[in-house]
T-cell receptor, first 110, second 113 residues
Framework: KQEVTQIPAALSVPEGENLVLNCSFT??????LQWFRQDPGKGLTSLLL?????REQTSGRLNASLDKSSGRSTLYIAASQPGDSATYLC?????????FGKGNQVVVIP | DVKVTQSSRYLVKRTGEKVFLECVQD?????MFWYRQDPGLGLRLIYF???????EKGDIPEGYSVSREKKERFSLILESASTNQTSMYLC????????????FGPGTRLTVL
């Protein structure tokens, strides 16, 4: 069974610092990895999708890397802003299912 | 833009009531999913459907059933609600291809008293 781990569970950073969020998974037989953002009490918003054949994906200040063989992905958020405060979840896709980590809860301090 | 909508944002029900949670997507997706999300446990898959009238159990189907009579609509049913079903319920949809992303609805916060 796929296990997805996100470390750290929670972190606080001062505004302007770069954020580095880590995701690891136990089974490298995946189709893709998806990073989501979740605001308190809300649904999930898709941020980035990386296919298993890709090494990284970028969108604005967000960059996600994937090392499938070692079972790791990293989400970088450049020059963090208070509006980046949220929980970030990674999920890996195998067949019909996504397996989720429990999230990185981020607070950006003004 | 893909849109996944859920019938209620907040719902309060009593123990033993039958509860219906409804999800509608507008992108002709084959696959639809119901998850619940609890602090410390993350998202867990309850049921999913890969076609009309087709369903498959997820990791925690006990106490739930589902219905998919039309492609765009996927309902989660709590036959007899219990307090341990108090949770955030999230619906998602996606194409069959494993190469594409899943899209999520806004969630329903269900409280069972």
């Amino acid at each position: 069974k796929q296990e997805v781990t996100q470390i750290p569970a929670a972190l606080s950073v001062p505004e302007g610092e770069n954020l580095v969020l880590n995701c690891s998974f136990t089974d490298s037989a995946i189709y893709n990895l998806q990073w989501f953002r979740q605001d308190p009490g809300k649904g999930l918003t898709s941020l980035l999708l990386i296919q298993s054949s890709q090494r990284e994906q970028t969108s604005g200040r967000l960059n996600a890397s994937l090392d499938k063989s070692s079972g790791r992905s990293t989400l970088y958020i450049a020059a963090s802003q208070p509006g980046d405060s949220a929980t970030y979840l990674c999920a890996v896709r195998g067949n019909n299912r996504l397996a989720f980590g429990k999230g990185n809860q981020v607070v950006v301090i003004p | 833009d893909v849109k996944v909508t859920q019938s209620s944002r907040y719902l309060v029900k009593r123990t033993g009531e039958k509860v219906f949670l409804e999800c509608v997507q507008d992108m002709d997706h084959e696959n639809m999913f119901w998850y619940r999300q609890d602090p410390g446990l993350g998202l867990r898959l309850i049921y999913f459907s890969y076609d009309v009238k087709m369903k498959e159990k997820g990791d925690i189907p006990e106490g739930y059933s589902v219905s998919r009579e039309k492609k765009e609509r996927f309902s989660l049913i709590l036959e007899s609600a219990s307090t341990n079903q108090t949770s955030m319920y999230l619906c998602a949809s996606g194409l069959t291809s494993p190469r594409v992303e899943q899209f999520f609805g806004p969630g329903t916060r269900l409280t069972v008293l």
